[in-house]
């Protein structure tokens, strides 16, 4: 008997790691034949939904009263030596350029606090200068010294990061909580990506904050990928750079700054290994480069109707792809079913004479009849239920993967269960890093915090160590 023709070596279910890989070449997001270790290509498919999703990000940063800038690459040494925690947490990963400024070493950045501060203490004088949010897009460098994969982890990355000061801590905070939205409102509601947004144990959290919060979503697989991060910084950090500001009540003071980085490689990551089937990507539509591609079939007055169906499409605001190359249907259907286009158009003399043109949906791979006359403002609706078929597909899984657990046992049967396990727990303050690293040893899985949205009462004793427990952790393994 034949093998049935399968689109990829292994199905999402059974490998993913091994699917994720194909796609991203399959589907020409990335290359990796750049030739240096922890650098990809993207190729321009997975190029065009990076830059969707920068502009769905930085209209929602702008309308909140983030400001555009552009800053420089390269950091000098003595910047990073200003605040010693952020140097050490970030001195591994460093890239240290060969040509010096003077005795200077210079670095590419892997954040970039050390280059807005410099300039916020030129720019802030008084507390009408204040709140100070402003943003930059761009790449960051890391010396990952763990193995890199593409887009999730990577020595180059594609990211926001935006840098804030404002007055008051109560304000500095306010704008953590707003950054929450921002990620709930854009990858979780528009890209289909859940997540829960965790406070950091403080053995975790980044190198010069008061604390973090990072937003946790899920992989197919079960493993935690980390998404945005938002940090409040610790007041020493401006300190140290002479930013400064003179208040209402005449006094001087630090203003409290934050930062969130949302990382568009991540986060298709994400999209991609969330959505994805075994016939390729599935896009949300609000993402997909082409919404509709319209396959044209030879016949009496077919090249009139695509052209019409074409421009209707595009007055619209739908992007619509004709291809009218010599490949047959069936390959044409291959290639943009992989490519994740959500909408397929087949238009060819049996479809005129009905007067209404087959539809085939990407996602649950129906296929309707649509009125020609009424076609674009149909599929404009049809792109609306697509998105929320996804995104109701995605919060399901999600749902499905926290199990509640109460001692060391079932702690391990989640997580061996490929879920993420939620139990009481003595502290995630430093006295309760040890007991995180048995956790980490036993059973490969990281203590990922408190949730920063919601306040959950912890009970009983910890499991490792029998202490009183104080707070409510997730643990899981992670990327
Ligand atoms: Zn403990």
Redesign the pocket.
Known sequence: MAKKKTTFNVSKSENFSEWFSEILQKAEITDLRYGVKGFVVIRPWGALIIDKMYRLYEDELRAKGHELSILPTIIPEENFNKEASHIDGFAPEVFWLDKKQGDSRLAMRPTSETAYYEMFALWIRSYRDLPLKMYQRGSVFRNETKATRPLLRGREFQWIETHNAFATKEDAEAQAQEDIGITEKLMHKVFGVPFFPMKRPKWDTFPGAVYTIGSDSLMPDGKIIQQPSTHLIKQSFPKSFGVKFVDKDEGEKTPWTTCYGPAMSRILASVIGMHGDDSGLVLPYALAPVQVVIVPFTGEGVDKAVLDIEKKLREKGVSVKVDDSDKRPGEKFFHWEMKGVPFRIEVGEKELERGEVSVFIRDNKEKVGVDMKSLARTIGKMGVEYDARLLAKADLFFEDKVIDCSDKVSIGKAIGDEKIARFS???VEAD?E??AGVIEKEFVAEVRGTRADLDEKASGK??????K?KVVVYAGKSY
């Open positions: 727990f003595c502290s309760g040890a007991c910890c499991p490792i160590c029998g202490k427990n």
